[in-house]
């Protein structure tokens, strides 16, 4: 099955802007939804913005949205990619990609788990 791989965290100051990329190993992720989600420090990992197989429908949680931006490469099937903008230091976590075979809040419905990328926003 599929593989994740995050890339594209670093650290940024607070208001700024960080794009993340999922590259899928294995095979494409064609037929999959994706998900970002995040833990921080001493906290659950929580949910941060999926998408669905085709693209047409995203989620996000309430904390991010008008903010961060999900979407995939349906071309070539190969990439999804979360854009973050307006960065604040409560973003900071380590943001985990995952596959499954339906976009939802819920951990438990995503198959494949990337390593996660560490994303810091200075104060």
């Known amino acids: 099955q599929v593989q994740p791989v995050e890339s594209g965290g670093g650290l940024v100051q607070a208001g700024g802007s960080l794009r993340l990329s999922c590259a899928a190993s294995g095979r494409t992720f064609s037929g999959y939804a994706l998900g970002w989600f995040r833990q921080a420090p001493g906290k659950e990992r929580e949910f941060v913005a999926a998408?669905?197989?085709?693209?047409?429908?995203?989620?996000y949680t309430d904390s991010v949205k008008g903010r961060f931006t999900i979407s995939r490469d349906n071309a070539k099937n190969t990439q999804v990619y979360l854009q973050m903008n307006s960065l604040k230091p409560e973003d900071t976590a380590i943001y985990y990609c995952?596959?499954?075979?339906?976009?939802?809040?819920?951990?438990?419905?995503?198959?494949?788990w990337g390593q996660g990328t560490q994303v810091t926003v200075s104060s």
């Open positions: 995952a596959a499954g075979p339906t976009a939802s809040s819920y951990s438990g419905r995503y198959t494949t």
């Open positions: 998408i669905n197989w085709s693209g047409d429908n995203t989620y």
